[in-house]
């Protein structure tokens, strides 16, 4: 899954600053049903990381039933919060 794709997908656009609050909303509320429906691990991973740097996903007990992509998904999380420390 390319970003620049998965923008273009959801929003509209590929340029975050252009995405009008209706138009945010909307495509997260898309993007949650595609993650409810999504049956590939890595896509529903890639689709909840997204999620989450728009700080609109799922807890991870409800997004995940793997142990193993919930551990991933908490690594993600630890990787984004130093990124941000560093910033």
């Known amino acids: 899954m390319d970003f620049d794709d998965q923008l273009r997908r959801y929003f509209g656009t590929d340029d975050l600053a252009t995405i009008a609050p209706i ?4 495509g ?7 993650l409810g429906m999504e049956k590939d ?3 529903r991973f890639a689709l909840w990381s ?7 996903s ?10 193993d992509d919930r551990n991933a ?3 993600f999380m630890d990787m984004m919060a130093k990124a941000q420390e560093s910033d």
């Open 58 to 67: 799922p807890d991870l007990d409800v997004a995940f039933d793997n142990e």
């Open 28 to 34: 997260l509320d898309r993007m949650r049903v595609d």
């Open 73 to 75: 998904a908490r690594d």
């Open 41 to 43: 691990r890595a896509r």
């Open 50 to 56: 997204l999620l989450y740097m728009f700080g609109a």
């Open 23 to 26: 138009t945010l909303e909307t």
